[in-house]
């Protein structure tokens, strides 16, 4: 067999300053990881960054470690909607979710040190959206996100939602809606704290109850519906949120434009990462795995009902 070529990083990345930043991580935990990593024939080649990135996300447990690598890898690689073709500049799909939704990470963290990111539907025409390409978009921003900054104390999500109509919720599939929440419960390297949406309309109790029976309590428990600011308060400065949705930051469309300019600068990593950041099923030990024995198959949500 060949030497697999080592999963790619879009920035630089010092070992020295992560270390630094985390006196817990040791050493001899990334070697470990590393080496178990190494016999899992079938995962790819893992950088040190991607390595401390699953051990601080789980609080320097090697064994829940093990679990996200293992789910990371395997989940992108069997769920090619939100994963594949992801070339900002190849994809007139990506160029279509780019115009109707904003999803950037916002300039000033949290009082607590968390980044926060921040989603809004900026085109409300439900013909326009598709829930995979904006999920592969916003998916595709929070991976630079992470990989720009390394390590972090944790993330809080805010999302807009004064554009969501019925229309939307019809164009999301509870597949969908379910290989995004194992994604983001089970996969993604951070510390997820809370997830607030704003301004919501009624039909956001819809969409959350079709998200609800795929959650774990600790990620249901981060869910908070703001129907204005005045509750989001409680949690959060509003002050942080761009001009448009009654903050005092930056303007929405600056910094939507600066996150998409960002993902077109990279676009010689996402189709390099593609290519070596997935699992090779042929290799793994005992039966290999396919998107039906992650995620059921679709057939089995023929009954749901949406009241």
């Not at 089970?186 to 809370?194: C, G, M, N």
Request: charged fraction near 25%.
């Amino acid at each position: 067999m060949a030497a697999k070529k080592m999963v790619p990083l879009p920035y630089s990345f010092s070992l020295e300053d992560e270390l630094k930043k985390n006196p817990e991580i040791k050493m001899s935990d990334i070697e470990m990881l590393r080496e178990w990593c190494e016999k899992q024939q079938h995962l790819p080649k893992i950088s040190d960054m991607l390595l401390i990135l699953f051990l601080h996300s789980n609080y320097y447990s090697i064994e829940a470690a093990k679990n996200t690598a293992e789910n990371f890898f395997t989940i992108r690689s069997h769920v090619p909607e939100f994963f594949s073709n992801r070339d900002p500049l190849g994809s007139k799909d990506l160029r279509q979710a780019f115009n109707v939704v904003a999803a950037t990470k916002l300039p000033h963290l949290s009082k607590q040190g968390y980044k926060i990111l921040f989603g809004k539907l900026v085109d409300p025409d439900p013909s326009h959206y598709s829930f995979e390409d904006v999920t592969k978009y916003f998916f595709m921003m929070s991976d630079l996100v992470g990989l720009e900054s390394g390590t972090c104390d944790g993330y809080i999500f805010i999302g807009d939602s004064s554009n969501v109509s019925l229309g939307h919720v019809g164009r999301i599939s509870p597949m969908g809606m379910k290989k995004l929440v194992m994604y983001v419960q089970e996969a993604i390297p951070v510390r997820l704290k809370e997830i607030h949406f704003i301004n919501t309309p009624a039909v956001m109790d819809v969409i959350m109850n079709m998200a609800k029976p795929f959650m774990k309590k600790e990620l249901w428990s981060m869910i908070h519906l703001h129907s204005s600011l005045k509750s989001l308060k409680e949690f959060i400065s509003p002050d942080l949120l761009p001009n448009e949705v009654g903050g005092k930051g930056e303007s929405l469309s600056k910094i939507h434009k600066e996150q998409i300019q960002q993902l077109d600068d990279k676009r010689e990593w996402f189709i390099e990462e593609e290519k070596l950041g997935r699992v090779d099923e042929s290799q793994r030990i005992g039966k290999s795995k396919t998107a039906n024995d992650l995620f059921g198959a679709d057939g089995t949500f023929k009954k749901l009902e949406i009241d």
